[in-house]
């Protein structure tokens, strides 16, 4: 399978203290990549570099086999990198639908783009909220429209950092079984989440971070079998 994303030994640092030492990633289309830490171990700091927020010092970045890692983030984004962030970051005086019509733009020639249809299928509930402004909905409900809206850009690469942070068990689950459902139609996804047993079954390969290190990399077997690993630098 082709590779989307390679990060190569990357280092970053916030004025003089380096948080990153060297990160490797490889992302091939189609695969779902997870990213494990505990608070603090770089994995934002991670997703900034990729996407140019805070730019590595050294190392390289490959996405879709161009090097990216000196490029402004709106480029890298119109490459086709959308990230869900933490915190969601939705327009609150737009309704759902303005939300999503707002973000509509092709960047990935090879698949079909995504149309309102289809995201009121995968979150019916965004298809009842389709009127409401976004300071309206409930903590699940943005997160369902902050995840459509970076969809609506038809990625090459979906990011979402913490994208169940502070949701009910419940919100939670839908949240998964979209995820499941994306990786289904081959969205290539890279995830940073902190519930290890979900990710097992969802993603393809696992990499875990330390103090700005990639201290353990494998796939869901390996990290099935290793619970003393994740118990380790995961936590949970
Ligand atoms: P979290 O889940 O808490 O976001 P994380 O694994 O994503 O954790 P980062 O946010 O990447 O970790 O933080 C990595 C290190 O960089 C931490 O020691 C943090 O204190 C530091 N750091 C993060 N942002 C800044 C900043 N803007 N300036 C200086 N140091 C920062």
Redesign the pocket.
Known sequence: MKTILEVGHIATA??H?Q?LFGIDLHIRQGEVASLL????????????SILGL?PAHSGHIHFMGQRIEKMTTDKIARMGIALVP?GRQIFPNLTVKENLIAFAVNRNQSKTPWSLKEIYQLFPRLAERAGNMGNQLSGGEQQMLAISRALMTNPHLLIL??ATEGLSPLVREEIWVCLRKLRDQGQTTLV?DKYVEKLIPLADQHSI?ER?KIVWHGNSESLRQSPETWQKYVGV
Not at 38 to 44: F, I, L, V
Request: hydrophobic share 20%; aromatic share 4%.
């Open positions: 916030y004025g203290s948080v830490g505990r608070n603090g171990a770089g994995k934002t700091t991670t997703l900034r805070t933490e950092d913490e940073i971070m700005g």
